[in-house]
């Protein structure tokens, strides 16, 4: 087991890396259920701390109606100060600009193709 894992499931592993928080998921689909139980991992390992969040979205294909409404609400953002989603595919972009454009997240979120760019962007949001 590596020592810099925070939390894991069969879904998701969180863990907290030079000041940002980072989830990859493991899952296709992405359900409410999941998503709630990555964000109370996610909430508890903050410890009342703010971070910058990236996730890496490359193995997730679909993500359920629910989940996407849960994860645009002020409960599931809780500790975040901004999130860059990692994508690879077209399809993944489509979701994500909806996602962006239906559920309008009420922190600075942005898709990214390159995990560099994605954590360069998030450190103007990463504490001293």
């Known amino acids: 087991m ?3 894992v925070e939390f894991e499931n069969e879904y998701v592993r969180i863990e907290l890396k030079g000041g940002i928080m980072c989830a990859f998921f493991k899952t296709e689909l992405l ?5 709630v139980e990555g964000v109370k991992a996610r909430i508890k390992l903050s410890a009342g701390m703010s971070y910058p969040f990236f996730v890496n979205l490359y193995n997730v294909r679909s993500t359920t109606k629910d989940a996407r ?4 609400t002020p409960e599931a953002n809780v500790n975040i100060v901004a999130a860059a989603m990692l994508i690879n595919s077209p399809v993944q972009r489509i979701m ?5 454009a239906v559920n309008k997240p009420q922190i ?21």
Do not use: D, H
């Not at 994500?96 to 962006?100: D, P, R, S």
């Open 108 to 128: 600075p979120l942005k898709l990214f193709t390159s995990t560099e760019n994605a954590i360069e962007w998030l450190q103007q949001y990463n504490r001293p």
């Open 2 to 4: 590596r020592s810099s």
């Open 96 to 100: 994500g600009n909806f996602f962006l």
């Open 31 to 35: 359900t409410k259920t999941i998503a």
């Open 69 to 72: 409404e849960f994860l645009s």
